[in-house]
């Protein structure tokens, strides 16, 4: 939704496919392993025209996903918030 002629609010939440890379290393043992998973997340932010075509954001997403790391290494749960800076152009 903009908001005036130049600042764009913004509002997402939805199904999310997230993949995570676990890596271990111990005296007793080392292991990696990867896998992708299944989750939510939901994200806001602002942007701003910079020109007619392009704007310059602001977000943060927070995102909760199981992840299936297979044999041994079980489920990995990966949550938490990002923020991000973003650049846009549309024609």
């Known amino acids: 939704?903009?908001?005036?002629?130049?600042?764009?609010?913004?509002?997402?939440a939805g199904p999310l496919m997230q993949w995570a890379q676990y890596e271990?290393?111990?005296?007793?043992?080392?292991g990696s392993n990867s896998g992708?998973?299944?989750?939510?997340?939901a994200r806001t932010g602002l942007e701003f025209a910079v020109s007619p075509n392009s704007l310059v954001?602001?977000?943060?997403?927070?995102?909760d996903a199981t992840v299936d790391l297979g044999g041994d290494d079980?489920?990995?749960?990966?949550?938490?918030?990002?923020l991000a800076v973003t650049f846009s152009q549309f024609y």
Do not use: I, K, P
Not at 57 to 63: A, K, P, T, Y
């Open 36 to 41: 992708f998973g299944l989750g939510v997340y």
């Open 24 to 30: 271990e290393s111990s005296v007793l043992d080392d």
């Open 74 to 82: 079980g489920d990995l749960d990966v949550r938490g918030v990002q």
């Open 57 to 63: 954001g602001f977000g943060v997403r927070w995102s």
């Open 1 to 12: 939704m903009f908001l005036g002629d130049r600042v764009r609010a913004y509002a997402s």
